[in-house]
């Protein structure tokens, strides 16, 4: 089992920046990739970013390329997304997802656990 928690949510205005981190519990963290996901109501779970075990993967949708990017501390057990040049349009909750299995990396039925997200909100 992985219990996941995030943070660093929060209000900023457009163009600001955030760093969200989630911070897992249990053993084996570097065994696990991890994702993140956003989500805004009445809408599905969109994909926004993505990093193997190892680290040595990395996958964003085209939305984010150039201003997210997700990096982890194994040693922390911890996933981090730094998010710069945020626009309104970022507003969503943050989820941070954990999969030992392969499968597409960005859908959200291939996640085992999920956290219970970080409300980020940009204001213009």
């Known amino acids: 089992q992985v219990q996941l928690v995030e943070s660093g949510g929060g209000l900023v205005q457009t163009g600001g920046s955030l760093r969200l981190s989630c911070a897992a519990s249990?053993?084996?963290?570097?065994?696990?990739?991890m994702g993140w996901f956003r989500q805004v109501p009445g809408k599905e779970r969109e994909f926004v970013a993505y990093?193997?075990?190892?680290?040595?993967?990395?996958y964003y949708t085209d939305s984010v390329k150039g201003r997210f990017t997700i990096s982890r501390d194994n040693a922390k057990n911890t996933v981090y997304l730094q998010m710069n040049s945020l626009k309104p349009e970022d507003t969503a909750v943050y989820y941070c997802a954990a999969v030992t299995s392969s499968g597409s990396v960005d859908r959200p039925t291939s996640y085992d656990y999920w956290g219970q997200g970080t409300q980020v909100t940009v204001f213009s």
């Open positions: 249990g053993r084996s963290f570097s065994t696990y990739a």
């Open positions: 990093r193997s075990g190892n680290g040595g993967r990395t």
